[in-house]
């Protein structure tokens, strides 16, 4: 190699790094190498030579290239990269290797067949994709893993390499990756970035120099080739090394003598090799070799000689004798190996066919003919000019014989597809039936835009007129992630077609008002609805419309009718005996407006052990997770957290094994750490609030899972007494108005008005609050277990208006009598004692905290012992609210608390744990509550209450704590 001397020294560094061969380097430490270039330039050389130094070193070997006409395929170069590694494994020896990832990235992998059900979102196929490199990578290090034109890799294994790249420092992991930086396609931007993400600049490849163009030529026809020849070598090239190195072969082949005289010459044998002349040179050979080139250009890369024959028309011998011609000609090189493959042909460009590029010594097989290995064109300029150069109708018919031909081969419907893309439409229902068959294996796969570029061209196909309505669904299923106005818009076109299915029909509605309450139009959603509700003939189809409209409503905080539609509800549900996933549903969502209406906990309860008793999956294909999550947030209100983490738990579990791993996830790490919020866990909830907001931050910010992750951290941080990070944190991250339309929990303008009131803007925060009314007290929402607002109302007029803040306090007391869980009226009355007359305190503050000593809510009980042990200077009762909230990791209430405690001449208590398993002596004090024992001293009081908190449940649901945690203790045991 000429003048890669600086490239290469790069190399060998990082691979001393990597195998740890350098000075006082004890190896295992990868990086990123970036070689970027215009096409010529030695890329293709430098990554051979790469790869060859790498297995001297016994490195592990990782390497793939992209093709510009495999762009259109996803996981085209994910696959060379892993497949290979795996592929020869059995199904057993497959799921024993990935695991529980095996369904979610087998199919992306060309490993496995998409199995039935939900397909994994981006996100989490992304990272079973890291999982199983990372795996691959410690199971074999070192590795080196190379990527030759990553400007044509596909968009969906270029996003995930610019994501994983960074992680190769932390690994025994070399990324050598070469492209073109000017023909990096819209799609590759994250991957333009890449290198400085990794703290590498891309090298950048220089042409030769006139000096090392002189060698070349002299290396090839001898060293009396005089100056003027090699000076004009070098300007017709203009150092370009690919050129230089085809040039130097057709001097030596024509005999050409390197004097000055000829130097003219050299012009038209450069020009020969480029455009129009390498056209010209291709069809020289004759007709049936030019048939064989374009079949081969169309087919990309790895082309196996059999498959390119039968779309070029030929038979076997005349294809070999046009193979022989064009690697001759040095137009095409063969492998010397088939390719791996499984379900597709994998393009690795085997070693030989690597080295064959390299500067100064072009590879030549002889005129053979036919071979083991798949062909490749010598370089992808090559390719790239002969498959401009067929004339547009023929390329478009070639491409449409492919699509035939892969197919016959058994190389299934998605290899097809993208040389039907480029074909005309012809009505051909073939055509439909094949781009659907691909768009489906794809969407389950986990490449969603693939089938949406897929089922769009069988549109314009188009379809056979009763099969329209089916395509425009489809299509809008595979792009309801990426394209969510487009989606109602192919989704309204299919409600518009004449078709007779109910089943398809039902399945449009219910998907149009999906995609339209995930763009927060959720009026809309009901509305669509509503529409299609009165024409619904079959009872079972028309209740669960009827589920999918009380659902949306129940999330639209402008819902005009709330308490019709929960009268509504309540109808319905009460005479469902939940037998089928549809009745469980609506029972369910009959338990969530109970528990927003603050009816009786045990009506609440009723339901959601109904909805729950025949089974509610998190991730079912045909049902969003809002139902089970409602189900399960309703125990937490009614001092059940520990059934509802159980709960959690569970479901985020399905999250993972389906390949959930992006919003839903997310909800799902948000929302148990509200549950541990409200157990008083706050180091936990925190930790879990930020898990929750990383994985909302890939998903987008001000969407509905962002709303959560938010609302939720705030809260907690303010409670951790931590109220400047909490603001920071709200506006970092745009927190305020507008405030979306979707009902969200925590509800976020009353978390913005409680940051407003922790720091001293309390008419901000009044106007919050009053806002808050306005908009829940029309619908009938008037749990203070739920939304707290009148409790944060009255504390912030209590100075201006007193009056009117015990009117507040008061209601909210009333009403959380009404609903009945100890911790919300626990949380009301110490509210109520905070802006009570003087003499009215103490008692307040007493069965606040004797109620919240009988509850989960470590938090607020450690609240009311503090406010209790103030209003009453009793240094027990403050001792107790310290060490409570030393163990809640409540910072700013140990901080008052043990002020409070040593302006009496108290001592700060050392903590104790009540968030451990039960001892031995707490299960037999719980057991006797259970069978109605009572608590008669202090400290079988004080007992009792640390059992309530670590088993997540009030003194009501102890029997079913207790049996809870025996069963988990048998599963561990």
Not at 460 to 479: H, I, K, N, Q, T
Not at 768 to 773: S, W, Y
Not at 806 to 820: K, S, W
Request: contains cysteine; negative net charge.
């Amino acid at each position: 190699m000429f003048e890669r001397e600086t490239e290469l020294a790069t190399v060998e560094e990082a691979l001393d790094q990597l195998t740890g061969t350098g000075d006082g380097d004890p190896g295992g430490g990868g990086t990123l190498l970036a070689f970027s270039g215009p096409a010529g330039l030695g890329k293709t050389t430098l990554l051979a030579e790469v790869r060859r130094r790498a297995h001297a070193r016994s490195c592990t070997l990782l390497a793939a290239r992209g093709g510009e006409q495999e762009q259109t395929q996803p996981f085209h170069v994910a696959r060379q990269l892993i497949q290979p590694q795996l592929a020869g494994l059995t199904e057993r020896q497959l799921r024993s290797t990935l695991g529980s990832w095996y369904a979610i990235v087998g199919p992306a992998l060309g490993l496995c067949a998409p199995e039935q059900g939900a397909p994994p979102d981006p996100q989490g196929l992304r990272d079973g994709l890291d999982w199983v490199l990372t795996h691959l990578t410690v199971q074999r290090a070192p590795v080196v893993l190379v990527l030759d034109d990553a400007h044509w890799a596909d968009p969906e294994s270029l996003g995930w390499l610019a994501a994983f790249a960074p992680r190769a420092e932390h690994l025994p992991l070399l990324l050598v990756v070469a492209y073109r930086p000017d023909e990096l396609p819209a799609h590759a931007e994250a991957f333009r970035t890449l290198p400085g993400r990794a703290g590498q600049r891309p090298l950048t490849l220089a042409p030769l120099t006139a000096a090392a163009v002189s060698t070349l030529i002299r290396e090839a026809v001898g060293e009396h080739a005089d100056d003027a020849f090699c000076r004009e070598a070098w300007a017709v090239t203009t150092g370009n090394p690919f050129e230089a190195v085809e040039l130097t072969a057709k001097v030596r082949d024509k005999g050409l003598e390197p004097t000055s005289a000829s130097a003219p010459q050299l012009r038209d044998l450069v020009a020969a090799q480029r455009g129009s002349g390498l056209v010209a040179r291709l069809h020289s050979l004759g007709p049936s070799t030019v048939r064989f080139a374009w079949a081969c250009a169309v087919l990309g890369t790895a082309i196996p000689q059999d498959l390119a024959a039968r779309v070029a028309g030929l038979g076997t011998e005349e294809a070999g004798d046009s193979t022989a011609r064009l690697r001759a000609a040095r137009i095409l090189a063969g492998g010397a190996a088939p390719a791996l493959t499984v379900t597709v042909t994998l393009a690795l460009v085997p070693d030989a066919d690597a080295d064959a590029h390299a500067y100064g010594h072009p590879h030549h097989d002889g005129a053979t003919g036919a071979h083991a290995g798949p062909l490749e064109f010598v370089h992808p300029l090559i390719a790239t000019a002969l498959y401009r150069s067929i004339p547009d109708a023929l390329r478009v018919a070639l491409h449409g014989q492919a699509a035939v031909a892969v197919v016959d081969a058994g190389l299934g419907a998605s290899a097809a597809a993208r040389h039907l893309l480029e074909t005309h439409p012809e009505s051909d229902p073939w055509v439909v039936r094949t781009l659907r068959e691909a768009a489906g294996e794809n969407l389950r796969a986990g490449a969603p835009e693939a089938a949406r570029r897929q089922l769009a061209r069988a549109l314009r196909e188009p379809p056979d007129f009763d099969e329209r309505a089916a395509v425009l669904y489809e299509l809008g299923c595979a792009s309801l992630l990426t394209e969510p106005a487009n989606t109602v818009n192919h989704l309204r076109a299919a409600l518009a077609e004449p078709f007779d299915d109910p089943a398809l029909r039902q399945g449009i509605v219910i998907r149009l008002a999906q995609v339209l309450a995930h763009s927060d139009r959720l009026a809309e959603a009901s509305e669509s609805l509503a529409r299609e509700i009165p024409y619904t003939q079959d009872v079972r189809a028309r209740l669960r419309l009827q589920s999918e409209q009380f659902m949306w409503d129940a999330f639209n905080a402008r819902e005009s009718d709330s308490p019709a539609r929960s009268r509504r509800l309540a109808r319905l549900a009460d005479r469902l005996i939940g037998r089928d996933l549809t009745e469980r549903y609506v029972i369910g969502l009959r338990a969530w407006d109970a528990c927003l209406r603050g009816e009786s906990v045990d009506t609440v309860l009723h339901h959601a052990r109904r909805a729950l008793d025949g089974g509610l999956s998190w991730a079912h294909e045909d049902r969003g997770f809002e139902v089970p999550v409602l189900t399960a947030m309703v125990h937490m209100y009614a001092d059940r957290p520990g059934r509802a983490e159980e709960l959690f738990e569970a479901g985020t579990a399905e999250f993972e094994r389906e390949g959930w791993r992006g919003a839903h996830l997310s909800f799902g790490y948000s929302l148990r750490a509200y549950i541990r919020y409200r157990r008083g866990r706050l180091a936990e909830a925190e930790e879990l609030a930020r898990a929750g907001l990383r994985l909302a931050e890939r998903v987008g910010r001000r969407t509905p899972v962002h709303w959560y992750a938010i609302a939720i951290l705030a809260t907690t941080l303010l409670a951790r007494g931590r109220v400047d990070e909490a603001w920071e944190l709200a506006r970092e991250h745009e927190f305020g108005e507008p405030f979306p339309s979707a009902v969200v929990f925590p509800d976020s303008q009353t978390v913005h008005a409680e940051l407003l009131l922790a720091r001293g803007r309390t008419k901000e925060a009044v106007g919050e609050l009053e806002a808050v009314d306005r908009r829940l007290t029309p619908r009938g929402i008037q749990n203070p277990s739920w939304c707290p607002w009148q409790l944060h109302l009255a504390r912030a007029v209590a100075d201006d208006d007193p009056e009117r803040a015990r009117a507040l306090a008061a209601d909210a007391v009333r009403r959380a009598r009404a609903f009945g869980a100890p911790s919300g009226i626990g949380q009301a009355l110490r509210v109520a004692a905070e802006v009570a007359a003087p003499g009215a305190r103490a008692a307040l503050l007493t069965e606040a905290v004797e109620l919240l000593s009988a509850s989960p809510a470590g938090y607020e009980l450690a609240r009311a012992l503090a406010a209790l042990g103030t209003e009453s200077r009793d240094t027990e009762l403050l001792a107790r609210a310290v060490a409570m909230a030393r163990e809640c990791g409540a910072d700013g209430l140990v901080a008052r608390a043990t002020e409070a405690l040593l302006r009496l001449g108290g001592a700060p208590p050392r903590g104790g744990d009540w968030q451990g398993a039960l001892t031995e002596e707490e299960r037999r004090l719980a057991e006797r509550a259970r069978d109605g024992d009572p608590m008669r001293t202090e400290p079988e009081r004080s007992l009792l209450s640390a059992v309530c908190r670590k088993l997540g449940t009030d003194l009501t649901g102890l029997a079913e704590a207790l049996n809870a945690s025996a069963s988990a203790a048998v599963s561990r045991a």
